[in-house]
């Protein structure tokens, strides 16, 4: 499903380095999301985007900062990279006007801290 | 403690067995619960959900779960695995309360051998 796409997929950095996590979606949905995914603990919000001029802390927020460009772009941002921060993240959107929150997932990027 | 619990971390069972893995969650209130599947290097994807009505609730690929309130679970299950259910399983509840954000168990690892 190519509704929610994720670039780069795989990503080696080092410590201290900045990254970028971009996300993309052709849903038209208004809510936008950042997971991140860590054996064991399933997925942990770190922000979430309920419409262009709204960003809002999820449960694991530092660390990170996030950008919504545009209502189907959101990236996700690493200003210093640190090892713990390796881990599968994952975007996610969904619907508003539902009013249940079925979110629906990109691919994941995998990134490595070094 | 978790708000979301899935009680087993791993399962591995034969083709043909029946699966059954189990879900809590601690909040009180409306809730809105799904079951996501993540096969080997994919993304998550929605195996079904409950939002009121029958809480016998079936989803694809020939899962069902059980929501049942008293004991504020709802159990996954299938009567008869294949190779290609092997994945890992995610439960997941929102509350209005709450926002609607979804929280997620921490998964359960679910391994079918040939």
């Known amino acids: 499903d190519a509704d929610v796409t994720q670039t780069p997929r795989n990503r080696i950095t080092k410590t201290g380095k900045r990254i970028m996590l971009e996300c993309s979606q052709t849903k038209g949905h208004d809510r936008m999301y950042w997971y991140r995914q860590d054996p064991g603990l399933g997925l942990q919000l770190i922000y979430y985007?309920?419409?262009?001029?709204?960003?809002n802390k999820g449960e694991i927020s530092d660390g990170y900062s996030v950008s919504r460009q545009a209502q189907a772009k959101f990236s996700l941002s690493l200003e210093s990279a640190i090892p713990n921060q390796t881990a599968l993240y994952f975007c996610?959107?969904?619907?508003?006007?539902?009013?249940?929150?079925?979110?629906?997932f990109g691919p994941g990027t995998r990134l490595t801290v070094l | 403690a978790q708000s979301v619990s899935q009680h087993n971390h791993h399962v591995i069972l034969s083709e043909a067995a029946s699966l059954e893995l189990g879900c809590n969650y601690s909040y009180g209130g409306t809730v809105n619960l799904f079951w996501y599947v993540q096969y080997p290097g994919q993304h998550l994807q929605l195996l079904l959900k409950y939002f009121s009505g029958d809480p016998l609730v079936k989803g694809i690929k020939g899962f069902e779960a059980e929501f049942i309130k008293s004991k504020f679970s709802f159990n996954l299950r299938k009567p008869s695995v294949q190779w290609s259910d092997t994945a890992e399983y995610f439960c997941a509840v929102t509350r209005k309360a709450a926002g609607n954000k979804l929280t997620f168990g921490g998964g359960t690892r679910v391994l079918v051998k040939p």
């Open positions: 985007s309920f419409d262009v001029k709204d960003i």
């Open positions: 996610a959107t969904s619907d508003a006007g539902t009013g249940i929150n079925e979110q629906f």
